[in-house]
């Protein structure tokens, strides 16, 4: 069985079928045009460059198209980069769907569903409660099939699903070592903070920015409708205010995309459990390839570090 795009090292030759997520088109120095491709299969991501392009080239070679490559993994500023040596659209002929190359979240839908359903149910504050089931019900659906974002962390079929468990799971880890933390709404927070995004984005299989997504965010979305849902549910009170600040604040400062920093202290602690699960996937995937004693590639959203595999890590522990 051959390997995923995400295992194959730098000097590795390739012969794939790949997905192409997203086109960015260029001009080299010589004034010719070229096409960057972002391509992916069910394990991982690559981008690609595709030189001295013309008008016919542009037009095959868009986002939702399954190609065959043949090419060599290169390594390109301390990231790894396929050179395309051969590129061909498929057809009916290659027997493949679109659903083969979408990576998807390790847990199943269902399963992502009940443990935030659980959640939910553990919550005792009436107001908080209520307003969290009706969003996340009105969102369920597109919530369970979501990317957490178009790249760095979490960019896959579910990844927004999987990234809520995870993060409640750490919610109640420190609720449970620090009592003071109002579960309640540490609940609410992580599992509405990240919600706008079924509207954010275009969905799992070339995920893109939307309209309403451009102009206004995940971020302004969510807090708008946390609004609305108050009124339908006529809850008034400090609660919806207070919720309304956590998922504003939740991205920690105004250059990382918060109206306003943390000024609550679940508001802090879900910034931060936010940030831990995010960077914890960001390095379990580029660590996941590496072997033992060597560095990971570049990691742009964690100051383009790259990171080492210590040689005497044990083997991860089975439940």
Do not use: C
């Not at 001009?27 to 001295?52: C, H, R, V």
């Not at 013309?54 to 790894?80: K, L, N």
């Not at 919600?195 to 920015?209: D, H, I």
Request: glycine share 6%.
């Amino acid at each position: 069985m051959k390997k995923g795009i995400h295992h194959h090292q730098i000097g590795d030759s390739i012969e794939l079928y790949l997905l192409i997520k997203n086109v960015k088109k260029g001009t080299a120095s010589n004034g010719k045009p070229f096409l960057t491709l972002q391509m992916s299969d069910k394990t991982g991501e690559i981008d690609a460059k595709l030189w001295s392009v013309s008008p016919e080239d542009e037009a095959t070679f868009v986002s939702s198209v399954i190609v065959h490559v043949q090419g060599e993994i290169q390594d390109f500023r301390g990231m790894r980069q396929l050179k395309i040596k051969a590129i061909r659209p498929t057809s009916g002929m290659d027997q493949v769907r679109h659903g083969d190359f979408l990576p998807s979240a390790p847990l199943s839908p269902e399963e992502m569903l009940e443990r935030v359903t659980q959640y939910i149910f553990e919550m005792s504050n009436p107001k908080l409660q209520r307003i969290t089931r009706h969003l996340f019900k009105k969102h369920q659906d597109k919530f369970l099939q979501s990317p957490a974002a178009t790249k760095n962390h979490h960019e896959y079929v579910a990844g927004l699903a999987y990234h809520v468990v995870s993060m409640l799971d750490l919610a109640k880890a420190m609720v449970n070592l620090y009592p003071s933390l109002d579960q309640d709404l540490l609940y609410a927070g992580v599992i509405l903070h990240d919600l706008g995004k079924v509207r954010e984005l275009s969905g799992p299989l070339v995920s893109e920015y939307t309209t309403e997504g451009k102009l206004l965010g995940h971020i302004t979305l969510m807090v708008n409708e946390i609004e609305e849902a108050a009124k339908e549910l006529e809850i008034e009170g400090e609660e919806v205010l207070v919720l309304q600040h956590l998922v504003l604040s939740h991205h920690g400062k105004g250059e990382w995309g918060s109206p306003k920093a943390p000024l609550i202290k679940e508001a802090e602690i879900l910034h931060m459990i936010d940030n831990i699960d995010a960077k914890m996937n960001m390095m379990d995937r580029a660590l996941e390839r590496v072997m033992p004693g060597e560095f990971s590639e570049r990691i742009f959203p964690m100051d383009n570090r790259s990171f080492y595999k210590p040689t005497f890590h044990a083997p991860p522990i089975e439940y």
